[in-house]
């Protein structure tokens, strides 16, 4: 199943059976949409929420993702039914334009962003972040599903007027 907006995801696929981890950055612009959406499409439904700097970029910090790990592991043995993990990275991420400064592995991503990346660009780069941490965490989590959305800036955009 596909979905054109993350809300339309959580609709869709976060009321099934089980818990859901989320994982988000620590960039102050995303947090209250996540919580937005899911209090506002699914009142009641518990989950977890974990956050680090970059959420997927993080993730792959080795001594970060034993953090993850563990907690993922915690919630388990505290009875928390978690079957998936939703990675909600974001645009214009700060880590991802600093992968040398947050100690990112250069063979998880070499370069950082530039401040003015391709919209195209940037989807392509976490998503090859991705493909490199998921297979380490479904080596830790067989089970698990996994599910990753790219969101967008919630800023406006001024608009230039055409001068005379
Ligand atoms: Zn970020």
Redesign the pocket.
């Known amino acids: 199943m596909s979905y054109d907006s993350f809300e339309a995801f959580v609709a869709g696929e976060l009321d099934k059976p089980g818990m859901s981890m989320l994982l988000t950055?620590?960039?102050y612009r995303?947090p209250r949409r996540v919580l937005d959406a899911m209090a506002r499409l699914l009142p009641g439904t518990a989950y977890d929420q974990f956050i680090l700097?970059?959420?997927s970029?993080g993730a792959c910090r080795p001594d970060w993702q034993d953090v993850l790990v563990q907690h993922v592991e915690a919630a388990l043995f505290l009875q928390h039914d978690i079957r998936r993990i939703v990675i909600l990275?974001?645009r214009?991420?700060?880590?991802?334009r600093h992968p040398r400064e947050l100690n990112v592995p250069r063979e998880i991503l070499e370069h950082g962003l530039p401040k003015d990346v391709l919209p195209s660009r940037e989807k392509a780069v976490h998503e090859s972040v991705l493909s490199k941490l998921i297979p380490m965490l479904r080596k830790r989590f067989p089970q698990m599903e996994f599910y990753a959305w790219l969101l967008a800036r919630d800023e406006d955009d001024p608009l230039q007027i055409p001068r005379d």
């Open positions: 950055c620590i960039d995303y700097a970059g959420a970029l990275d974001h214009d991420c700060g880590a991802y």
